[in-house]
Nanobody, 123 residues
């Protein structure tokens, strides 16, 4: 079992940067693919980014490519989402999640979720 706790959210002006962190408990962190999702006001939860178990492969939704970078540290049991050039439309609650599934980026395939951290981007 994995417990996830996000941090690093906040209020930032458009064009600014934030780094989200996800602290994971448990000794099997490296056996999970880690993902970031977000849910904006009045919107469905959407996939943002995913990283494989070793950290050697990543994938992003089109709207964040070139601006967001997902990474992980399997020694520290941490996952990160570095966000630059933030836009008002990036405003959302951001969740980290863990999955044993080797392919899917669908939220339903993620077994463990954090409580979320709010990111607000002002124009």
């Amino acid at each position: 079992q994995v417990q996830l706790v996000e941090s690093g959210g906040g209020l930032v002006q458009a064009g600014g940067s934030l780094r989200l962190s996800c602290a994971a408990s448990g000794r099997t962190f490296s056996s999970y693919r880690m993902g970031w999702f977000r849910q904006g006001p009045g919107k469905e939860r959407e996939f943002v980014a995913i990283i494989n178990r070793s950290g050697g492969a990543t994938s992003y939704t089109d709207s964040v490519k070139g601006r967001f970078t997902i990474s992980r540290d399997n020694i520290k049991n941490m996952a990160y989402l570095q966000m630059i050039s933030l836009r008002p439309e990036d405003t959302a609650i951001y969740y980290c999640a863990a999955t044993n599934n080797l392919r899917s980026t669908d939220a339903g395939s993620f077994e463990y979720w954090g409580q979320g951290t709010q990111v607000t981007v002002s124009s």
